[in-house]
């Protein structure tokens, strides 16, 4: 496989769209966008893996993804400057929908594959171990790596804990009427905690994988967001939009919301400030400490995204009858600040704010659009050859890897 040059990407350029240059127009307290003038983006380099990707990991100035062949699945290693291909790892060829996203720790990159976890050397590629679970359950959610240990599940129910550096056993959690694991596990001080689909909230040590405590909604409604851990607290949410605190420790109760959502919910709330966003039919936020509501929005609409709070804004995407917008509001008060609205896109991941700039991908139209994070105004539209993973941000590059099987890096501005 090689990269693409700027010469060879022109016949590309008719799939990309430009750079906006609009005059704002304030209507009522609303920000909106009028375009004036296009100017085409081009990727400052883009390299094919095949046919599929995981979404990209960019660590130490190198971009690592998952890509394969028909007989074969590969991570690859570019130079995240250049695109210039550094290694390639071969991996046993799995029939799955999507792989997990590498994760980077020290010199050594992880990734799950056919039931195994595998620690790849990020200078050479070279395997360090491998760790076979030894049973038909597949392994396709990302590793957690905190400390000397590397954590994670099969979708038969089981958690796992390595030693990072050897890969040597150290303990297998097995709940025998745990039907699924169906949150992302998150590792906190000494405690894994993670969901389950029948409205449970599970914590583990750490250390050994013995059992600490068990929550239960009474709702039997699942827990598809990962857990928060802020403090003292674990804050998460059920499929129908209640969220909840509990003590960290103890798993004792301290609140729920009174919120139910007509929607199937499965975004994670948001903690920041002492506060807890979340978004259902509205977004709203609750005290951290009490579960008292201090705002809620007028947006009336299914939630097409998770809430991302930076600099004081809380942003969400959310479909309405017609079309699907962008939302602004301020965090403080709930009030819009600005909308942006994307047509009938199809939107699978939270957005990413980065530097004074709102990136959204669409995957309806496979592209991505960069918006002003203070205004709403678009800045540009990067189309793409496939649906788009989430999009990576570092050092001013838009790293953005497709169903397609391309890796694209794009300069976050046109100057």
């Known amino acids: 496989m090689k990269s693409v040059s700027r010469r060879q990407w022109t016949r590309w350029q008719r799939a990309v769209t430009g750079l906006?240059?609009?005059?704002?127009?304030?209507?009522?307290?609303?920000?909106?966008r009028a375009v004036t003038a296009t100017v085409t983006i081009i990727p400052s380099w883009t390299y094919n893996v095949g046919y599929r990707t995981s979404a990209p990991t960019v660590a130490d100035g190198v971009v690592y993804v998952l890509g394969g062949e028909a007989d074969e699945d590969r991570m690859y290693a570019l130079d995240a400057a250049t695109g210039k291909h550094r290694w390639t790892h071969k991996l046993p060829r799995v029939p799955s929908n999507e792989y997990s996203e590498p994760v980077v720790a020290g010199d050594v990159v992880y990734t799950t594959n056919d039931g195994r976890m595998y620690a790849l050397d990020t200078t050479t590629g070279e395997q360090r171990w491998t760790y076979d679970t030894r049973n038909r359950a597949k392994v396709d959610l990302s590793p957690v790596v905190t400390g000397d240990a590397v954590y994670f599940n099969d979708d038969a129910g089981r958690v796992y804990a390595l030693d990072a550096a050897t890969g040597k056993h150290r303990w297998t959690y097995k709940n025998h009427d745990l039907v699924d694991i169906t949150s992302r596990r998150v590792v906190a001080g000494d405690a894994v905690y993670?969901?389950?689909?029948?409205?449970?909230?599970?914590?583990?040590?750490?250390?050994?994988?013995?059992?600490?405590?068990?929550?239960?909604?009474?709702?039997?409604?699942?827990?598809?967001?990962?857990?928060?851990?802020t403090g003292d607290a674990v804050y998460f949410s059920d499929d129908i939009g209640r969220v909840y605190a509990l003590d960290a420790a103890t798993g004792k109760h301290r609140w729920a919301s009174r919120?139910?959502?007509?929607?199937?919910?499965?975004?994670?709330?948001?903690?920041?400030?002492?506060?807890?966003?979340?978004?259902?039919?509205?977004?709203?936020?609750?005290?951290?400490?009490?579960?008292?509501?201090?705002?809620?929005?007028?947006?009336?609409?299914?939630?097409?995204?998770?809430?991302?709070?930076?600099?004081?804004?809380?942003?969400?995407?959310?479909?309405?009858?017609?079309?699907?917008?962008?939302?602004?509001?301020?965090?403080?008060?709930?009030?819009?600040?600005?909308?942006?609205?994307?047509?009938?896109g199809d939107f699978s991941s939270d957005p990413v704010v980065a530097d004074g700039v709102v990136y959204l991908d669409d995957d309806e139209e496979n592209r991505v659009h960069a918006l002003d994070a203070a205004t709403g105004t678009e800045l540009w539209t990067y189309e793409t050859d496939g649906s788009i993973h989430r999009p990576v941000v570092a050092d001013g590059v838009v790293y953005i890897s497709t169903t397609g099987g391309t890796v694209h890096a794009v300069r976050a501005t046109t100057e």
């Open 20 to 32: 906006t240059i609009g005059v704002l127009v304030v209507v009522s307290g609303f920000v909106w």
């Open 194 to 229: 993670f969901g389950d689909d029948v409205g449970r909230v599970h914590a583990l040590d750490a250390a050994t994988g013995k059992h600490r405590w068990t929550y239960e909604t009474n709702k039997g409604e699942e827990v598809d967001s990962g857990p928060v851990v």
């Open 259 to 344: 919120n139910r959502s007509f929607v199937d919910v499965t975004f994670s709330p948001v903690v920041a400030g002492g506060v807890v966003y979340f978004g259902d039919d509205n977004v709203y936020a609750l005290d951290a400490a009490t579960g008292e509501q201090r705002w809620t929005s007028e947006i009336r609409g299914i939630p097409c995204s998770g809430v991302i709070v930076a600099g004081g804004v809380a942003y969400a995407v959310y479909a309405g009858k017609a079309e699907k917008r962008m939302y602004a509001l301020d965090a403080a008060t709930g009030t819009e600040r600005w909308t942006y609205e994307v047509s009938n």
